[in-house]
């Protein structure tokens, strides 16, 4: 296992609606990223999150957003909902210092369908 | 941005059998690159890192090959077992964005008995 644990484990939302996903990291790891894996794609990143301000972000939406909290834990936020966000979001802990990141490590992933 | 693909979708191998699973990138000034697993409901797992300072790593029946003249990565494992059934992904470090992956499609691997 790899210390990094997200719920809900499946959420079913309809188009409109707003979702909050969760990520508890890896003791004492100031990084989180977040990812989105649509059906049968490889993961594709959303935001990362270093020290509890927003690090960079891929090709998402304003409607994407995210926090960090000092206890290691993080959530997604996904406002308006589109069927098209339907996935599986993933989230990934690491240690980054000096300009290097050590492994990510990541959770098991909610599964999120929007109807 | 970057752009990392898999050259096939599906590997099935023979329980006993090695297995490769190739990749191809296109940013040459990459230089760090993962391969992760990825098993049915779980989250990817990692496997076997190499940066570009090295053509070939070798851990615990796996085993990376980079290639940087034709921008090509593979990975290895001998003796695959039903446990290695899952899918594979390469993934790319780099962005601005510190430690951000960029991820291929994965292929498919299965064992058979």
């Known amino acids: 296992e790899t210390g990094v644990t997200q719920s809900p484990t499946h959420l079913i939302k309809t188009r409109g609606q707003q979702v909050t996903l969760r990520c508890s990291s890896q003791?004492?790891?100031?990084?989180v990223s977040w990812y989105q894996q649509a059906l049968g794609q490889g993961p594709q990143f959303i935001f990362q999150?270093?020290?509890?301000?927003?690090?960079g972000r891929g090709n998402f939406p304003p409607r994407f957003s995210g926090l960090q909290f000092p206890n290691y834990s993080s959530e997604l936020n996904v406002n308006a909902l589109e069927l098209d966000d339907s996935a599986l979001y993933l989230c990934?802990?690491?240690?980054?210092?000096?300009?290097?990141?050590?492994?990510?490590?990541f959770g098991p992933g909610t599964r999120l369908t929007v109807l | 941005g970057e752009s990392v693909g898999l050259h096939l979708p599906t590997l099935s191998v023979q329980e006993g059998d090695n297995s490769i699973i190739n990749c191809a990138y296109s940013?040459?000034?990459?230089?760090?690159f993962i391969w992760y697993k990825q098993e049915s409901g779980k989250g990817p797992q990692f496997i076997i890192d190499?940066?570009?300072?090295?053509d070939k790593r070798q851990g615990q029946r796996v085993t990376v090959l980079l290639n940087k003249t034709v921008k090509h990565l593979s990975l290895q494992i001998a003796a695959t077992q039903p446990g290695d059934s899952a899918v594979y992904f390469c993934?790319?470090?780099?962005?601005?964005?510190?430690?951000?992956?960029?991820f291929g499609r994965g292929t498919q691997l299965t064992v058979w008995p």
């Open positions: 003791s004492g790891h100031n990084t």
């Open positions: 993934a790319e470090v780099g962005g601005s964005t510190l430690g951000r992956l960029y």
């Open positions: 999150y270093y020290r509890e301000e927003e690090n």
């Open positions: 940013n040459s000034a990459s230089d760090y």
């Open positions: 990934a802990s690491s240690l980054a210092s000096g300009g290097y990141t050590d492994t990510q490590y």
């Open positions: 190499i940066r570009s300072n090295m």
